[in-house]
């Protein structure tokens, strides 16, 4: 393997430190090419035991012009690999859609008269073929020495007494279900249950207010919500339990919405049951009524078209979107964006950090791996405690081969030094991943050496919670890496880049990134809000579906995110990307991290070439405003740079309110 691919992966850290500088100014200036010479090939060395999925970028085009050429084939043959218990219409198109306004209504439909359970997928179909000792997911507690093991076989049943408790609370096809849990196995098992019965999940993170948890709520309406007492994070206790109780209330007085049932899991870890605020009639304590349930539970066979789960965005650009999912096209997404991005091979343990509360730990937890039959690591706490290493001692502990995290994440521990990485092997990695924000360069760079000690491909993966799984991103081992590109398109993604008035632009060039044509894991409708689904995707550009997202595509056709457009900074006419300057400052050592945002101001800006990006003003602070997930949210640094500080809009996805303060204090000095 290492003899057909060459794997070129040394370099003096000071060869590094001039790579990434010239690398960071090339994307900065947007005019130097990307040549051969700035990409990484981190070959097929990485791949212990077998063939990667794909092995080449010859053999991928090949597979992506099937996938676009003749999608009836092309996705007919991946979701003849999944159970149908009534298989799509052959006779039909595969797909219909409309993406013009101008024809009407906006809809896409795949998978016509298909009737599927995603969990059947997820965990029956691996009992049946006798896979049922292979664990699901390895559980790691928040404190250091909690864990457990759950088999396929473990899960099922698990899931089935759930969706029995359910159905004996008349929850049925169609109705809403409420989930707001810590990362425990309950958590994806819950919803699987619901996927079971075909009631329709709305995953809330454990960490948002009671405002926002009841403004969900009564968006959705749901028979009941399944929460927990409490869940450690790092040396904190979170009340999960005070806070559903006000939510509750709130959605009952404010807005009239009455949820029947909390069905609370008792998380003892955390605190004790005695010292539960209870409220007799509404509360109802897990652990009292699941385990009573029989571990058998039919399935609920759904068309392809119904509803399987509705979740909301990050809330990065303004208030969040509840995206709605159908049953057959998000499942055959995950599970083929799964496998073919990590190079998913049968002997993988897979670890991705995220929270089920947002698409990513839906896609890449819950759905995406179990719907291959992977095992996967399910964390309570934080990468960060009892230190800094905890990551790596659990890649070593459950011999993790694929790890998929945030570039905040990733900064964060890059920020706290090598020394915690070092201490642990991390021999059985062999893919990284990462999601969410932009990637800078350095932050990449830190990934690749020292995390995967220049061994393991980087997949930098660009998708959104409305794309349903990875759309723009490298298949690990496939084809040459660069740090900070996405590279190329997932299979029967068509993207392309827009000019102002619409136009396709050909070429190396920059744009608005745009989708030509339905992938089976687009969002179908907002919830309850078609109109604001079509105004917000499908209003500007008649035609296509509108990301909101900017690009730039280099001589390779690789990718570059450039940033939200929304963000983009227009000096002299100039458009300049916040990804880039972000990445060059941080790029400095003294720069954990930035964000870049635009204002208006009188004229006098330096312009020589280079020159006109020059920052005017720079504060050094010690927290940016994050959303709960972690990404950065600039409409709110943009306000507080042109004093609007009453127009702030939508804070309820804000990580942490005191940074805004600080931020006022610091510009007002
Ligand atoms: P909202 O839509 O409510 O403003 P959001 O867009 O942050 O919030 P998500 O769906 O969680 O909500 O995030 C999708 C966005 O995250 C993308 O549109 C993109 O801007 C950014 N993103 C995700 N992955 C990447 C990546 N690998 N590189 C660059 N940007 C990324
Ligand atoms: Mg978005």
Redesign the pocket.
């Known amino acids: 393997l290492r003899h057909l691919v060459p794997y070129t992966t040394s370099r003096s850290t000071e060869a590094v430190q001039d790579d990434v500088s010239s690398r960071v100014c090339s994307s900065a200036g947007g005019d130097k090419p990307h040549g051969k010479n700035e990409a990484v090939d981190v070959g097929t060395a990485f791949h212990r035991n077998h063939w990667p999925h794909i092995l080449s970028r010859k053999q991928y085009e090949a597979m992506y012009r099937w996938s676009v050429e003749d999608p009836q084939s092309f996705w007919g043959s991946i979701a003849a690999q999944l159970h149908w218990e009534r298989p799509w219409d052959k006779g039909q198109p595969i797909c219909s859609y409309n993406f013009n306004l101008d024809k009407g209504p906006i809809y896409v439909k795949w998978f016509p008269g298909g009737r599927t359970n995603v969990c059947f997928n997820a965990l029956d179909r691996h009992v049946l073929s006798g896979n049922g000792n292979k664990a699901a997911i390895l559980f790691e507690g928040n404190d250091v020495g909690i864990d457990r093991r759950l088999t396929y076989q473990n899960m099922l049943e698990l899931v089935c007494q759930i969706a029995n408790y359910l159905r004996s609370l008349g929850v049925k096809k169609g109705d809403t279900v409420c989930i707001y849990m810590p990362m425990v196995p309950e958590l994806p098992a819950t919803m699987l249950a619901c996927a079971r019965i075909g009631a329709i999940h709305s995953v809330v993170f454990g960490g948002f207010s009671a405002e926002s948890l009841a403004g969900r709520m009564s968006d959705c309406r749901p028979k009941l919500l399944v929460t927990c007492n409490a869940v450690r994070r790092g040396a904190k206790v979170l009340n999960l339990k005070e806070i559903a109780d006000k939510a509750l209330e709130l959605c009952e007085k404010k807005e009239g919405v009455r949820v029947g049932q909390s069905l609370v899991f008792e998380n003892a870890n955390a605190t004790k049951r005695s010292d539960t605020a209870w409220k007799n009639g509404r509360d109802v304590w897990w652990q009292d009524v699941i385990p009573r349930q029989s571990k058998n539970a039919p399935v609920e066979w759904m068309d392809s078209e119904d509803p399987l789960f509705m979740l909301?965005?990050?809330?990065?650009?303004?208030?969040?979107?509840g995206?709605m999912h159908t049953v057959g096209g998000y499942m055959v997404y995950a599970a083929t964006t799964f496998k073919f991005t990590f190079d998913y091979h049968d002997d993988d343990v897979f670890w991705c950090t995220a929270d089920c509360g947002?698409?990513?730990g839906h896609t890449y937890l819950a759905y995406g791996p179990l719907l291959n039959g992977a095992t996967c690591v399910v964390f309570e706490g934080v990468p960060t405690y009892p230190d800094a290493g905890r990551c790596w001692q659990i890649v070593d502990k459950y011999k993790v081969s694929i790890f998929y995290t945030a570039?905040t994440a990733i900064r964060s521990m890059e920020k706290e030094g090598d020394r915690f990485v070092k201490k642990y092997s991390r021999k059985s990695l062999r893919v990284l991943g990462?999601?969410?924000?932009?990637?800078n360069p350095k932050a990449w760079w830190w990934y690749f050496d020292v995390v995967g000690d220049g061994r393991c491909p980087i997949v930098?993966?660009?998708?959104?919670?409305?794309?349903g799984g990875n759309m723009?991103?490298p298949m690990a081992g496939a084809w040459d890496l660069k740090p900070g590109s996405?590279t190329l398109p997932f299979f029967g993604v068509q993207p392309v880049l827009l000019d102002e008035k619409g136009r396709e632009k050909e070429g190396a060039t920059d744009g608005n990134l745009c989708i030509k044509a339905p992938w089976p894991g687009i969002a179908r409708t907002l919830f309850g809000d078609h109109e604001r689904f079509q105004q917000t995707y499908f209003s500007t550009y008649k035609g296509y579906y509108v990301?909101?997202?900017g690009a730039r595509r280099d001589e390779d056709g690789y990718i570059w995110?450039t940033?939200?457009t929304d963000d983009v900074i227009n000096v002299s006419g100039h458009r300049i990307s916040t990804?880039e300057v972000e990445a060059a400052l941080n790029a400095h050592p003294a720069c954990a991290e930035s964000a870049v945002v635009g204002f208006d101001h009188e004229k006098g800006v330096r312009s020589e070439i280079g020159g006109f990006a020059a920052p005017d003003v720079i504060h050094w602070a010690t927290g940016l405003p994050k959303?709960r997930?972690g990404?950065i949210m600039r409409?709110i640094l943009r306000k507080i740079a042109a004093n609007k500080l009453d127009e702030l809009g939508d804070v309820s996805?804000l990580a942490d309110p005191s940074v805004i303060d600080a931020l006022i204090k610091l510009k007002g000095k």
């Open positions: 909301y965005t990050s809330g990065s650009t303004g208030k969040p979107k995206v947002w698409i990513t570039p990462t999601v969410g924000e932009p990637i930098d993966t660009w998708w959104q919670t409305e794309t723009i991103s996405a990301t909101g997202d995110l940033g939200r990804s959303t997930s990404k409409r996805s």
